[in-house]
């Protein structure tokens, strides 16, 4: 019994009460869980306060529209979900839920599984079938949860739920945009994500969730690409998750260290690793409109990373996701063809490395991973000997990226008020170049003390 289901009967043992959905489902799909909804027949307030009470855990209230309540454990391990019971019984609560596999209840303390719309079969059988006729008008959301139950779960949705979802994919554009995202997250943080995105695809919603990826369809490329936009940003996520799951292979020597970055937590409920996959969705969105033909006929994105760094910050914007995240997908936007640029330029002196890193901080490592990704699925003229060297480069950026990363910047060597002082110039923009020039140069092994610094700094204003 998980520890969700262990506290909730403790404390709850002779309410009216039923587990329901996702918790019934995984235990039949053999999983187990502490994310556990209740349905109460109660007052659904004073179960949760009773809850909160009696497992030391944390009650707030969930949605004042559907007189939800949340319940948290002190040590975050396991949370439930109290709802009130809609209609008479559970049997037509469980008939104004969204598919099938989770009309589910069982009393919470103990008794058969009331199944009254074979959801346990359609799990035994695989498939993904809406509780009802009217489940997508109810909520037009579920039409894109249909994509994330079918690449979490691995279920196949039928032709009558298919058909339903599509009527309403348009009306997604009403739904609130945390809501959206929501569901998008767990879709990108499945193993099949690209199996989701298709079908995101197939019901018509990515121009309603997505339309930044929808504008990428048939936007053709240079002759370096082998895809149009569209189907080389699925390839450079498909390269990423490859990259995932054998880093060693391009990322040698920093291979773990470079995972363990990946894994740690971000905002949103994303972890770093997770939010990149977001990434690499938007990374090119800035090419439709950017796209222009050279002098000599050459297809040319200019600037893509710009535009593409600001259409991110749009995109997440209507999705309300966090400043962090927003801050973080988009920089990895605007600085993912830095490396490739690099690559003409090898050896890179210690200043060019230095511009690489402070330009990408904080996403330096992040966008070096990116950036391989974008190259593997990068398959046109000359491409394997472009990505041996592009693979070697980002493993010498990446080794010098997590050495800055555990370090830390250089700590300046003199601060701004005394250069200011020392040189009898004003606070500035003159100043901040200065400043800046030091930095690198310190980097560089150029100056190692104030004196050389303050030095250096005469030299370059002539004095």
């Not at 690489?356 to 699925?377: F, G, H, K, M, W």
């Amino acid at each position: 019994m998980s520890g969700a289901l262990a506290a909730a009967r403790n404390a709850l043992g002779d309410e009216a009460a039923w587990v329901v959905g996702g918790a019934l489902r995984d235990r039949l799909l053999g999983r187990e869980t502490d994310d556990v909804d209740l349905v109460v027949a109660g007052d659904v307030a004073a179960a949760a306060r009773q809850l909160g009470a009696v497992a030391g855990a944390t009650p707030f209230h969930l949605s004042e529209r559907f007189g939800a309540w949340r319940v948290v454990s002190a040590d975050r391990k396991w949370q439930i979900d109290l709802a009130p019971l809609r209609g008479p019984t559970i049997e037509e609560d469980l008939a104004l839920r969204d598919f099938t596999v989770n009309a589910l209840a069982e009393p919470l303390a103990g008794g058969r599984l009331i199944d009254p719309l074979g959801g346990a079969r359609d799990l035994l059988a695989g498939r993904l079938r809406a509780a009802s006729a009217s489940a997508f008008a109810d909520d037009p959301l579920r039409a894109l949860r249909v994509a994330r139950f079918a690449c979490q779960l691995g279920l196949e949705p039928d032709t009558a739920t298919i058909e339903a979802a599509r009527a309403s994919a348009t009306a997604i554009g009403g739904v609130a945009g945390e809501r959206v995202f929501a569901e998008l997250r767990q879709i990108l943080c499945a193993d099949e994500v690209l199996a989701g995105l298709e079908l995101i695809a197939d019901l018509g919603l990515t121009p309603v969730v997505l339309p930044e990826l929808h504008a990428l369809r048939g936007v053709e490329q240079s002759r370096y690409h082998h895809l149009d936009v569209y189907d080389h940003t699925l390839a450079a996520l498909a390269a990423l998750i490859e990259l995932e799951r054998a880093p060693a292979a391009h990322f040698g020597e920093h291979a773990a260290a470079v995972a363990a970055v990946l894994d740690e937590p971000l905002a949103d409920e994303l972890t770093r690793g997770q939010a990149l996959r977001l990434g690499i969705l938007l990374h090119d969105t800035g090419k439709p409109r950017t796209r222009g033909l050279s002098d000599e006929g050459k297809i040319t994105f200019y600037e893509h990373d710009r535009v593409g760094a600001e259409l991110a910050r749009t995109a997440l914007a209507r999705l309300r996701t966090s400043e962090r995240l927003t801050a973080y997908v988009a920089a990895l936007t605007r600085h993912h063809l830095r490396l490739g640029f690099l690559v003409r330029e090898r050896p890179l002196t210690r200043r060019a490395i230095y511009r690489y890193l402070a330009t990408c901080a904080p996403v330096a490592i992040e966008v070096s991973v990116l950036s391989v990704a974008d190259r593997l699925a990068t398959r046109g003229r000359k491409a394997e000997e472009a990505i041996a060297r592009h693979s070697e480069l980002a493993r010498e950026l990446l080794g010098e990226a997590l050495a800055w990363r555990a370090a830390g910047p250089p700590t300046p060597l003199i601060r701004g008020d005394d250069l200011a002082a020392e040189l009898a110039i004003e606070a500035g923009p003159e100043l901040g170049r200065l400043l800046a020039e030091l930095e690198e140069a310190r980097f560089a092994g150029e100056v190692s003390t104030r004196e050389q610094a303050i030095g250096h700094a005469r030299a370059l204003l002539g004095h």
